[in-house]
C-alpha cells in the first residue's frame, strides 16, 4: 500500500540555495539555529542532519533543488530558481498516518529520562511535569 504524503512545512527563505543547504547539512550551522542544547547535542545533529538522510541533488528546467530523505520517508527539499537566485523555497514532507498500524504511531519512551520519541517518525520531544514540551 502506498501512503499519501503531507506537506508539513512550506517555506521562502530570502537566501541563496547554497547558504540554505549549508545550514541544514553543516553541524556547526545547524548546532545555531537547533533549538536547545544538551550533552549529546553535537552527536544527535550529526545522526540526524548528516548519516541518517539520503542526500538528493538535480538541477533542470532552470531549477536547483536539493533533497534530504530519511528512514522514515520525511522529505525535507530546498529548491531555488535561476531566476530568483536569492530566494529558497523550502518544504518538509511526511508520510499520511492513514492506513499505518497504530503501534508504528504511538509514541514510546526513549532510553534517555525525561524525552519521548515518535515511533513512527523518530522525533524527540522533552517531558517537564508530565506534559510534553
Given amino acids: 500500500m ?3 504524503t503531507r506537506e508539513i512545512v512550506s517555506v521562502d527563505v530570502a537566501a541563496p540555495v547554497a547558504d540554505v543547504w549549508a545550514h541544514l547539512r553543516d553541524p556547526r550551522l545547524v548546532r545555531r539555529w537547533f533549538g536547545w542544547d544538551h550533552p549529546d547535542l553535537d552527536a544527535e545533529i550529526r545522526q540526524i542532519f548528516v548519516d ?7 538541477h533542470a528546467d532552470g531549477r536547483t533543488t536539493r533533497a534530504l530523505t530519511w528512514p522514515h520517508h520525511d ?4 529548491t531555488a530558481r535561476d531566476d ?6 523550502v518544504t518538509i514532507t511526511r508520510r499520511s498516518h492513514d492506513g499505518l498500524a497504530p503501534s508504528t504511531v504511538s509514541t514510546t519512551r526513549s532510553t534517555r529520562a525525561g524525552s519521548r ?4 517518525c523518530g522525533s524527540r520531544s522533552s517531558t517537564t511535569r508530565g506534559r510534553t514540551a
Fill in 117 to 120: 520519541s515518535c515511533s513512527s
Fill in 52 to 58: 541518517g538522510p539520503r542526500e538528493h541533488h538535480a
Fill in 75 to 78: 522529505v525535507l527539499t530546498v
Fill in 84 to 89: 530568483e537566485p536569492r530566494r529558497t523555497h
Fill in 2 to 4: 502506498t501512503l499519501e
